[in-house]
Nanobody
């Protein structure tokens, strides 16, 4: 059974930092694009960041560029999202996602095959 399990969420003040992790089990994703999405109450799930299978390419939504950094460790089947300078508008449930197989970057939810259960990030003002 394939599972993606996120951790690292929590409550932080504006300007603070958190580091999200997503550990995959049940199969390797070393040939897959992996990404992070988030969903705030009453809003659609939105793309945050993606990283290619070999870490050669990354892409971020404009609002997090320069503050968030996606990385991965294929030996550990894990993807990370350190988040700095957090803002109240970053408050959301953050989801990890993985493609079945993909050598490019996937930016939309429909391009991903596997999802984690989500971890809550709350930034207080």
């Amino acid at each position: 059974q394939v599972q993606l399990v996120e951790s690292g969420g929590g409550l932080v003040q504006t300007g603070g930092s958190l580091r999200l992790s997503c550990v995959a089990s049940g199969r390797t994703f070393s040939r897959s694009c992996m990404g992070w999405f988030r969903q705030a109450p009453g809003k659609e799930r939105e793309f945050v960041a993606a990283i290619s299978w070999d870490s050669g390419s990354t892409y971020y939504t404009e609002s997090v560029r320069g503050r968030f950094t996606i990385s991965r460790d294929n030996a550990k089947n894990t993807v990370y999202l350190p988040m700095n300078s957090l803002k109240p508008e970053d408050t959301a449930v953050y989801y990890c996602a993985a493609q079945e197989v993909g050598y490019g970057l996937a930016l939309t939810p429909s391009e991903y095959n596997y999802w984690g259960q989500g971890t809550q990030v709350t930034v207080s003002s």
